[in-house]
């Protein structure tokens, strides 16, 4: 993927809702150009608030938003919300209950054509043919997808998307994260999505920003961010992790099932080995180091929990397995999926 410009750019972004709490603690963030980017964090590490200070829902108390050239906020300036080109799809999706599908979309437009403008934002998500129809008529993911069709209507710089498909059952989200990915790419918008699933937000990103307590900690592709965490609490954001702590010692990290490479650390200097569970590799062995102690069974692959002299850990093995509670075994690692950081 080619650089993108940017469009948003967030610097030092920090507020406080209490003195002793920081809900934004100095965040970074780059938007670009017709990219999507998902931001993914735990609860309470300031998601929520980036958005809405992103919106002008919030002032910042430090730190700068910027579209271009034109300061949305800093220490002088902060634009109200009307005053930026933003859309806004909330978790609830905020629809008028007294207005039509077309009327929700049209709202906020100006122009004779507005409501033609309206109707082909609708046309394009496919829900033409409901126009006349009030929210309490309409599905969860239509309405969903009004409320998306609104946020796109006025053209805006940005779309911001918060927890968009939190309330809807597995198989209709997935569904509909689909659609709502190909609309915003078939209208080359900038969006930021905020969401607490990992796995979500790997499938709707071109770009991966991770949050935890007010600051963005790493960002990129994806693929790169799944593959090298720069820190423990990075890998947990993206799924299961084993954390072994070990220490530098001729280039390499010791862990209970050998030697890992430590590339640009230094010797002497303590780490954390990141394990995910498919990095586990699993052979029958009689006298093996290691006992399986738990077997279940998670779809196309299988968890299996061992133990060994210093601990205990969860191998992710495809399925199926002969492996049973009560085995021996040998343990090696892929180091495909083993990444060695700084403690």
């Keep these: 993927m080619t650089d993108a410009q940017t469009v948003l750019s967030i610097r030092g972004a920090e507020h406080r809702y209490r003195a002793d709490h920081a809900a934004l603690a100095g965040a970074d963030l780059d938007l670009h150009a017709g990219r999507i980017t998902a931001l993914l964090g735990p609860s309470g590490s300031g998601k929520s608030t980036l958005l809405r200070a992103i919106a002008g829902l919030e002032r910042l108390d430090a730190g700068s938003i910027r579209l271009g050239d034109t300061i949305w906020n800093d220490s002088h300036t902060h634009l109200p919300p009307e005053a930026r080109r933003v859309g806004m799809v909330f978790q609830d999706y905020a629809l008028f209950p007294h207005m039509t599908a077309l009327a929700n979309v049209a709202f906020g437009l100006s122009g004779l054509d507005k409501k033609a403008r309206a109707l082909a934002q609708l046309e394009a998500a496919e829900l033409g043919h409901r126009a006349r129809a009030y929210p309490h008529e309409l599905s969860g993911g239509e309405q969903q997808r009004v409320a998306l069709a609104r946020a796109l209507a006025p053209q805006p710089a940005v779309v911001l998307l918060d927890e968009p498909f939190s309330g809807l059952d597995r198989r209709l989200r997935g569904e509909l994260r689909e659609r709502t990915v190909d609309t915003l790419r078939a209208a080359r918008t900038t969006a930021l999505i905020v969401t607490h699933d990992a796995e979500e937000a790997m499938a709707v990103a071109d770009q991966l920003a991770l949050m935890d307590a007010g600051r963005i900690i790493q960002t990129g592709a994806p693929d790169d961010v799944w593959m090298n965490p720069v820190s423990a609490t990075a890998a947990k954001l993206l799924g299961d992790v084993e954390i072994i702590a070990s220490r530098v010692s001729g280039g390499q990290a010791e862990t209970p099932f050998g030697a890992v490479d ?20 699993l052979t029958p062995d009689e006298n093996g180091g290691f006992t399986i102690t738990r077997r279940r069974s998670a779809g196309p692959h299988l968890n299996h929990r061992f133990a060994g002299a210093t601990g205990e850990w969860t191998a992710q093995t495809p399925a199926p397995s002969a492996l049973a509670e009560g085995d021996r075994v040998n343990v090696v690692l892929d180091p495909v999926y083993v990444r060695v950081v700084a403690a």
Excluded at 267 to 273: H, I, L, R, T
């Design 262 to 281: 430590a590339p640009g650390l230094a010797a002497g200097q303590p780490v954390s080995v990141l394990i995910r569970p498919r990095a586990f590799m």
